[in-house]
C-alpha cells in the first residue's frame, strides 16, 4: 500500500513532480511492483490527480472514502475488508524503493513464529552530526532484540558521554504491519506523545505494540522539498 497526499506542507504537489520523465508517484508505484514481493500494490489517495495518474498508466489505486490526518489511518481504511494478513506501507514519495529492503521486512513476518511482533520498519545508520540534531530527521533507539524504544525528533540517546559507543539510527518510514496491528492504530486516539513528535508510529509504542526495526544500509532518497528533488534527479540520471 502506497499513501500519496498531493497537498504536502512543505512541498505541495511533489508526487507529480517530474522525474525522468515520469511522475515521483509513478516511479514509485513502478519500483514497489518491480520487486515482485506481493501480491498486490495499490496506490491510496484523496486525490482525483493522483488517482488518475496510476490508473490511467495502468496501475492500481483507491480512492480514500475519508479525510486521514495520516498514511496509516488511509492504509487502514483501505485494508478493513480487505483478506490479508501483513500490509506493507511504501511512502509515496520514495521512488528509490529497493527489493532487498522490503524483503527484510517480510522476513520478519515469516521468522515470527510466535507472533510476538505487531509491525516492523527499517533503521539507517547514521554518523553526521548535522542529520543527528535536525529535528527532520526522526531517530530510533532500539533494545538488545531490536524492538523499539522510542522514536524522536531530538538526538536519542543524549550523548551525555561520548565514550560509549552508541549508534544513531534514522528511521526510514517504510513499514510492514500486522492487519490487526494498523486497525488497532486506525481506532486508538492520539495520545500525547505522538502529538508532541508528530510521529506516528509513536502511537503505537503507547498503546503497547510491539515494533521489531530492520536495519539497511540503503538510505535512498525521501522527496520531501524541491531540493531534494534536485538531488533525486542527479541520481537518477
Not at 504537489?13 to 513502478?30: E, H, N, P, S
Not at 520478519?108 to 552530526?129: C, P, R
Amino acid at each position: 500500500m502506497i499513501p500519496a497526499r498531493y497537498a504536502a506542507s512543505r512541498f505541495p504537489g511533489k508526487l507529480m513532480q517530474d522525474l525522468g520523465g515520469k511522475t515521483v508517484i509513478l516511479r514509485t508505484y513502478q519500483a514497489t511492483v518491480a520487486t515482485q514481493l506481493f501480491d498486490d500494490v495499490f496506490v491510496i489517495t484523496d486525490s482525483t490527480i493522483i488517482y488518475d495518474e496510476i490508473v490511467n498508466n495502468g496501475g492500481k489505486a483507491i480512492m480514500s472514502k475519508k479525510e486521514h490526518e495520516c498514511g496509516s489511518d488511509r492504509i487502514a481504511e483501505a485494508v478493513e475488508h480487505l483478506d490479508v494478513d501483513v500490509v506493507i506501507n511504501v511512502q509515496g514519495d520514495e521512488p528509490f524503493t529497493d527489493k532487498e529492503s522490503l524483503s527484510k521486512l517480510i522476513d520478519v513476518f515469516k521468522n515470527d513464529t510466535e507472533n510476538q511482533v505487531d509491525l516492523a520498519s527499517l533503521m539507517v545508520h547514521i554518523t553526521n552530526q548535522d542529520e543527528i540534531q535536525n529535528p527532520n530527521t526522526v531517530k530510533v533507539i532500539i533494545d538488545q532484540n531490536n524492538f523499539a524504544l522510542y522514536f524522536s525528533r531530538s538526538p536519542i540517546p543524549y550523548p551525555r558521554a561520548t565514550d560509549v559507543g552508541v549508534k544513531y539510527y534514522k528511521h526510514k518510514g517504510v513499514y510492514a504491519f500486522r492487519k490487526q496491528a494498523i486497525l488497532d492504530f486506525y481506532n486508538l486516539p492520539m495520545l500525547p506523545l505522538e502529538a508532541s513528535e508528530k510521529i506516528e508510529c509513536i502511537r503505537y509504542l503507547e498503546y503497547g505494540k510491539r515494533i521489531k526495526m530492520v536495519e539497511t544500509d540503503v538510505e535512498g532518497v525521501e522527496i520531501d522539498t524541491p531540493e531534494d528533488l534536485e538531488r533525486a534527479k542527479k541520481i537518477w540520471k
